[in-house]
Nanobody, 126 residues
Framework: QVQLVESGGGLVQAGGSLRLSCAAS????????IGWFRQAPEKEREFVAT????????VYGDSVKGRFTISRDNAKTTLYLQMNSLKPEDTAMYYC???????????????????WGQGTQVTVSS
């Protein structure tokens, strides 16, 4: 059973930065695709970024390209999302997710993820 716990959210002014963390545990976590999604009030959950834990290939959503960076710390089994040049439209609950299916593949759809964290709130003021 994979468990994911996010942290690092908060209130920041537009143009500022935050780094989200996702602490992961589970016997086969390192074989999964992992990613970040976000959901604003009354909107669908949106893909932000993903990477394959095994080889580190990354893909980003169009709205965050060039501003956000996904990374991992193998020793601590922690996933990160560095968010720079934040905009008010980045305000959302941010979720960490793991696919639950081993392999080296990219997963950008919510339906491809089995395990989800509880989320951490990011609020960007204008």
């Amino acid at each position: 059973q994979v468990q994911l716990v996010e942290s690092g959210g908060g209130l920041v002014q537009a143009g500022g930065s935050l780094r989200l963390s996702c602490a992961a545990s589970g016997p086969t976590f390192s074989n999964y695709a992992i990613g970040w999604f976000r959901q604003a009030p009354e909107k669908e959950r949106e893909f932000v970024a993903t990477m394959t834990w095994l080889c580190g290939t990354t893909v980003y959503g169009d709205s965050v390209k060039g501003r956000f960076t996904i990374s991992r710390d193998n020793a601590k089994t922690t996933l990160y999302l560095q968010m720079n040049s934040l905009k008010p439209e980045d305000t959302a609950m941010y979720y960490c997710a793991a696919s639950g299916v081993p392999g080296r593949y990219i997963a950008t759809a919510t339906t491809q993820y089995k395990y989800w964290g509880q989320g951490t709130q990011v609020t960007v003021s204008s």
